[in-house]
């Protein structure tokens, strides 16, 4: 395959639906929350960002989603919530923006925010382990990284724009000290 082309992954339909995730999802519809969801990658850099995200969610205007419902149970309220939202966080671990890319395809460009978070914190680039950093450490780098991310948001410059969503490379570049980047 080449850069930017797409390919199917088929996933076989369900009638059942998560009933915690209805409740919440109509929760978090009902009170305008904007839902997080996160990589959740087995390395190090999927663990910082679903932490990341879970401490994000916890803020008053955020609210933590299922990508898993979102993905795979489309006729769900949670589902729902996330597509009806006008805005929606994606927190991936690294540069292969790996939920951002499925996301695209689901959320309007316009309303997604795709962070990567291995820029924000630069750490853990070569290791795959969660348990090769010690977990004080672990707790400070996703506290720093969401107090960052949550900054950003609040001023309004997320690391990339939706339209650069694919092809977004911010590690690679020198950013603004505006972005999330920084």
Not at 11 to 27: L, Y
Not at 31 to 44: A, D, L, M, Q, R
Not at 132 to 142: F, I, L, M, S
Request: hydrophobic fraction near 35%; charge should be negative.
């Amino acid at each position: 395959m080449k850069a930017n082309e797409t390919f199917t992954l088929e996933v076989t339909e369900i009638d059942k639906v998560c009933a915690a995730g209805e409740i919440f999802g109509r929760q978090c519809q009902k009170e305008g929350k904007i839902p997080v969801f996160s990589c959740e990658g087995g390395c190090i850099k999927g663990e910082i960002a679903r932490q990341t995200a879970n401490l994000i969610a916890k803020n008053d205007a955020y609210a933590r989603a299922c990508h898993g419902e979102l993905f795979s149970v489309p006729h769900a309220d949670l589902a729902k919530w996330v597509r009806e939202a006008d805005k929606v966080v994606v927190i991936d671990g690294c540069s292969l923006f790996c939920h951002g890319r499925i996301a695209e395809n689901i959320i309007d460009a316009d309303k997604l925010i795709n962070i990567n978070i291995l820029p924000i914190h630069g750490k853990y680039a070569d290791l795959m382990d969660v348990d090769a950093v010690p977990e004080d450490e672990r707790k400070q780098t996703v506290r720093e990284t969401a107090d960052k991310i949550l900054a950003n948001l609040k001023e309004g410059s997320p690391c990339c724009p939706p339209e650069q969503l694919s092809s977004c490379e911010c590690g690679s570049q020198p950013q603004p000290e505006t972005t999330c980047c920084s």
